[in-house]
């Protein structure tokens, strides 16, 4: 038999639900409300515009920070935690830039290698490091030998024109002969 027996469970058993009337009504007085804020924070507003006006104070770092309004349970929750930084927006003339930035761990260790890869290029270019040393010397036996095959071929070259001038020139005795 299952859980609950036979009649089924026990979630659908009491459902209320909201008229349409009742959803209207609940709506104008939701919007009516937010009427009345509205023009009460209009008037606030207004208020305290005026009032800096006539005080003259040319001081612009007022605190808009209490002025907010706040959403949800927020505004009816006055919250006083410590760890929670509020979030001020520093102007341009604040924010310091002669002071040296500390550098993380991994930054600085990346900047390090950094130097260190230039340095080796610039002495492996000047042929300094074991390495170009060892390239620079590879490279000139393969020079010579390609110089020594070049020498070759040109001497193989010459012989075989020698051989086809000296063929020729038997051919050509050869046909005077006969004539």
């Known amino acids: 038999m299952p859980k609950g027996g036979k009649k089924g469970g026990h979630k659908g ?8 009337e009742e959803i209207d009504a ?17 008037a606030v507003n207004d ?14 770092d007022s605190d808009d920070g209490g002025s907010q309004k706040r959403k949800g349970v927020e505004g009816l929750i006055e919250i006083e935690n410590p760890n929670r930084a ?13 002071g040296p930035k500390q550098l993380s761990r991994r930054e600085r260790e990346e900047i390090e290698k950094q130097k260190a890869k230039e340095r080796y290029m610039k002495m492996h270019l000047a042929g300094k490091t074991d390495q170009a040393k060892a390239d620079l010397a590879r490279l000139a036996i393969i020079r010579k030998q390609r110089e020594e095959a070049a020498r070759k071929k040109e001497e193989e070259r ?8 000296a063929a020729a020139a038997a051919k050509g005795l050869h046909t005077l002969s006969l004539k």
Do not use: C, F, H, N
């Not at 208020?47 to 612009?60: C, F, I, M």
């Not at 509020?86 to 002669?98: G, H, N, Y």
């Not at 010459?158 to 001038?165: G, I, R, Y």
């Open 13 to 20: 058993r009491m459902r209320t639900y909201t008229s349409p």
């Open 26 to 42: 609940q709506m104008k007085a939701e919007k009516e409300r937010k009427k009345t804020e509205d023009e009460e924070g209009a």
């Open 47 to 60: 208020d305290d515009q005026t009032e800096d006006k006539l005080a003259g104070s040319g001081s612009e």
């Open 86 to 98: 509020a979030q001020k927006s520093k102007k341009v003339t604040e924010i310091e830039l002669e």
């Open 158 to 165: 010459k012989a075989k024109e020698a051989v086809q001038a």
